[in-house]
């Protein structure tokens, strides 16, 4: 899925995942984004609805391909997002930081 072309406002049904660590979120991420580290992600499942419409993003693509690979064989639906938060970034889509400070995707 193109960033471009991803939903502008995430809710309880609506979600996106985003798996990077934690240093690279605290740089700067989508708002209303949900964030589990990909290695985290089989012990933090439950805090993902599984009936959403699950969208993943790490920096680049690959990290999130392979969490939704993951999210495939234990049943759940959903999307990688094609060139991650550096697309997201590049497609003119904000980013912010927890602490106001300009954001930037590391």
């Given at each position: 899925m193109p960033a471009a072309e991803l939903p502008s406002e995430?809710?309880?049904?609506?979600?996106?995942?985003?798996?990077r660590e934690d240093e690279e979120w605290q740089h700067g991420h989508a708002a209303g984004a949900i964030h589990?580290?990909?290695?985290?992600?089989?012990?933090?499942?439950?805090e993902v609805e599984p009936d959403a419409e699950l969208f993943v993003v790490?920096?680049?693509?690959?990290r999130s391909l392979r969490v939704v690979e993951y999210l495939a064989r234990i049943g759940y639906e959903a999307s990688?997002?094609?060139?991650?938060?550096v697309a997201w970034n590049a497609a003119g889509r904000p980013i912010v930081r927890d602490d106001g400070a300009e954001a930037r995707i590391l």
């Open positions: 995430w809710s309880e049904s609506v979600i996106l995942l985003d798996v589990i580290p990909m290695a985290e992600i089989p012990s933090r499942i439950g790490c920096r680049s693509g690959a990688n997002v094609d060139g991650g938060m």
